[in-house]
């Protein structure tokens, strides 16, 4: 909330206050008769307290004339408030693959993490979007619903890891992508997105991805396929020792590219290949720049005005000058 005054210009009539203080200190000796005498010390008599406070008088005057013309110059309370047209935004299902394998250390620290920390800055930049969240293995599951609370949902980002007690093992792409398309399907914004990361081949799961990807096209929803995996060979975590910690060995990569490439062409969307972590974040970047919200941004400003409450204060001070004039300081000459 901002303060401003609607019409500033009339500020300029304050410079009328130290005129009027000039003139009437020029002027006093004139509004009291006066008598030439020899000597005064036979009327001398001290001051009461009434005399010393009749000066006070004036000052209420002046007070009084600078309230009123705060008073015409308007202040007031700006409030200024702005909404989005959530009908011309996008809405998004961000579907990562959280295998065992998305452990692998060819990304920096691994492929889970790096997807994440890429994901975390896209979500930041589209705050005129609905986003939600879907994890999957071998099965799958809504991490975070479509929502426009960006604090919630990247606090639930940060909580993805993979727990091979929660999830089945192994990579269900089609599962993965039905349970997005059910997340979005119903969405009535005017452009419906899904983001498929995934680093291996589909190998379980009763939905075949294809199929899904026929269904993702019925409902009118685009999906970007990502394969993220460097070319050649990786870590990849094969085992625990005796301690719990988690054994790797070089595997070759593998990513079914082919399925990814046939999903984006049925959903006319795009697939991409993530080989490191910078080529990861420009695929995010790239998507970021071809699916761009129209946004009608509506403002409102709310004013309180304030000017009521000086001029009752300027009337106010005007009266009580007048009222005490006219009676504890009326036997005054």
Same mark, same amino acid.
């Given at each position: 909330?901002n303060?401003?005054?609607?019409?500033?210009?009339?500020?300029?009539?304050?410079?009328?206050?130290?005129?009027?203080?000039?003139?009437?200190?020029?002027?006093?000796?004139?509004?009291?008769?006066?008598?030439?005498?020899?000597?005064?010390?036979?009327?001398?008599?001290?001051?009461?307290?009434l005399?010393?406070?009749?000066?006070?008088?004036?000052?209420?005057?002046?007070?009084?004339?600078?309230?009123?013309?705060?008073?015409?110059?308007?202040?007031?309370?700006?409030?200024?408030?702005?909404?989005?047209?959530?009908?011309?935004?996008?809405?998004?299902?961000?579907?990562?693959?959280?295998?065992?394998?998305?452990?692998?250390?060819?990304?920096?620290?691994?492929?889970?993490?790096?997807?994440?920390?890429?994901?975390?800055?896209?979500?930041?930049?589209?705050?005129?979007?609905?986003?939600?969240?879907?994890?999957?293995?071998?099965?799958?599951?809504?991490?975070?619903?479509v929502?426009?609370?960006?604090?919630?949902?990247l606090?639930?980002?940060?909580?993805?890891?993979?727990?091979?007690?929660?999830?089945q093992?192994?990579?269900?792409?089609?599962?993965?992508?039905?349970?997005a398309?059910?997340?979005?399907?119903?969405?009535? %914004? &005017?452009?419906?997105? =899904?983001?498929?990361? @995934?680093? /291996? *081949?589909?190998?379980? #799961?009763?939905?075949?991805?294809?199929? !899904?990807?026929?269904? %993702? &096209?019925?409902?009118? =929803?685009?999906?970007? @396929?990502? /394969? *993220?995996?460097?070319? #050649?060979?990786?870590?990849f975590?094969? !085992?625990?020792?005796?301690?719990?910690?988690?054994?790797?060995?070089?595997?070759?990569v593998?990513?079914d590219?082919?399925?990814?490439?046939?999903?984006?062409?049925?959903?006319?969307?795009?697939?991409?290949?993530?080989?490191?972590?910078?080529?990861?974040?420009?695929?995010?970047d790239?998507?970021?720049?071809?699916?761009?919200?129209?946004?009608?941004?509506?403002?409102?400003?709310?004013?309180?005005?304030?000017?009521?409450?000086?001029?009752?204060?300027?009337?106010?001070?005007?009266?009580?000058?007048?009222?005490?004039?006219?009676?504890?300081?009326?036997?005054?000459?």
């Open positions: 909330m303060s401003a005054l609607m019409h500033p210009h009339f500020l300029w009539l304050l410079l009328v206050i130290p005129i009027a203080v000039f003139w009437h200190y020029k002027t006093i000796k004139q509004q009291h008769p006066a008598i030439k005498i020899s000597t005064t010390e036979g009327f001398s008599i001290p001051k009461s307290w005399m010393k406070c009749r000066p006070f008088l004036f000052l209420l005057k002046i007070m009084a004339l600078g309230f009123v013309i705060i008073a015409l110059a308007r202040p007031r309370n700006t409030q200024k408030s702005s909404y989005t047209d959530s009908k011309n935004g996008i809405d998004i299902v961000i579907a990562t693959d959280v295998s065992g394998s998305m452990l692998a250390t060819d990304f920096k620290p691994n492929r889970l993490e790096a997807i994440k920390k890429v994901a975390e800055s896209f979500i930041q930049k589209r705050t005129n979007d609905r986003i939600g969240l879907v994890v999957y293995a071998g099965e799958s599951y809504t991490k975070t619903p929502t426009s609370d960006k604090t919630m949902l606090s639930a980002l940060r909580e993805v890891q993979y727990n091979g007690l929660v999830l093992d192994g990579t269900a792409i089609g599962i993965g992508l039905g349970t398309i059910n997340r979005i399907k119903n969405s009535k %914004a &005017k452009s419906k997105i =899904i983001i498929l990361l @995934t680093d /291996g *081949v589909n190998n379980v #799961g009763s939905l075949d991805p294809i199929s !899904a990807a026929e269904i %993702a &096209k019925d409902y009118g =929803i685009k999906v970007y @396929t990502v /394969g *993220v995996g460097t070319n #050649g060979m990786a870590n975590p094969v !085992a625990k020792d005796s301690n719990g910690n988690i054994v790797f060995q070089p595997q070759k593998e990513i590219e082919k399925i990814l490439q046939e999903i984006a062409a049925i959903t006319k969307g795009k697939y991409f290949r993530a080989t490191d972590n910078n080529k990861l974040e420009a695929i995010y790239e998507i970021d720049g071809l699916e761009k919200s129209k946004i009608t941004e509506n403002r409102l400003m709310l004013f309180d005005e304030q000017f009521r409450s000086w001029l009752l204060i300027g009337l106010f001070v005007l009266i009580l000058e007048m009222i005490l004039s006219r009676t504890l300081f009326k036997s005054f000459i």
